[in-house]
């Protein structure tokens, strides 16, 4: 029977389907049981919802943990039509846990401030990176400080950073970049421009660009031409989005640095990246002006 007709039987069904989902056996092939959350969701079941998030099993086999899992996540998923408390203190004891992405993303659903820190840490869990940056976007101003000091903040310490501890801060510097920060917050930023990770010095750059003084925006634009040398490709196009976006205030200073490497050979033109990049912006701003320029009225000269 399929999760639509289940549904379509209408309440009747919720303790079948309660008792497969709260006794039955966890199986590898789990969307069944992801089927099941939604018909429970689908027919207003959610105290059992509640019972099953919350509910602990020792499951010894790895595959078997990572499909139960699954289920738990979409259940998560489910809880979150319902703001209320029961289920935020719910969505809050299953995360202490683990960090599932179905509970991440229902967490960043009820927008409390209290639950940034959490957030946070999970942005340096390749399961649920994404959902934990949705999350905090719809947290915004409010997990805005607790962000930035994860930004800033090495973990176990500046000198053996762990992997998920430079994942986490360049998320949390990627989303203070598209923030609209006060120009305050920019003495605690600063020092992400001398940070050795390339990704973070170019979204330090173009928090810079947004709010440091003259003499740090300066050194911004240098730490985005140090992106494109050093970057991936992925890198570069954040780069050359944020020197496009940025580019009326970038103009001299663009205009500059294609004036400097055009002095070189004709060989060493053709293999220089930077240049490359930044011809390209000023012909398709050039391109962009002639387009908005008015017009001659069909005079001819």
Known sequence: MTAAALVGVGPRVIPFVRDFLLYGVPCSV????????????????????IAYLLEEREIQDPVLQHAEDAVKSAAGREL????????????????????????VEALGEFQRPEVAGYLIAALGDDGCRAEAREALRKLGESARMAVLIAAVTSQPSAEEESPSSRI????????????????SDWVRTKP?????????????????????????RRMAFQRLIRGLLAGDGFLQMEVDAILRRNDPQLRSA????????TQKTQRERNADRVLRVLLNIREQEQERSDRE?????????
Do not use: C, M
């Open 80 to 103: 979150a039509r319902w703001k209320t408390e029961d289920v935020f203190q719910a969505l809050w004891e299953i995360a202490r846990r683990k960090h599932l992405p179905g509970v």
């Open 192 to 216: 992400l421009l001398d940070d050795p990770d390339p990704e973070i010095n170019v979204h330090a750059a173009g928090i810079a660009l947004a709010i440091a003084p003259e003499a740090d």
């Open 293 to 301: 320029a008015p017009g001659d009225g069909g005079k001819t000269p």
């Open 254 to 261: 663009i205009e500059a640095e294609i004036a400097a490497r």
């Open 30 to 49: 789990y969307q069944p049981r992801q089927r099941a959350v939604e018909v429970l969701a689908e027919l207003g079941a959610k105290d059992v919802l």
């Open 168 to 183: 986490r801060r360049r998320e949390a510097v990627r989303l203070l970049s598209e923030w609209k920060l006060p120009a």
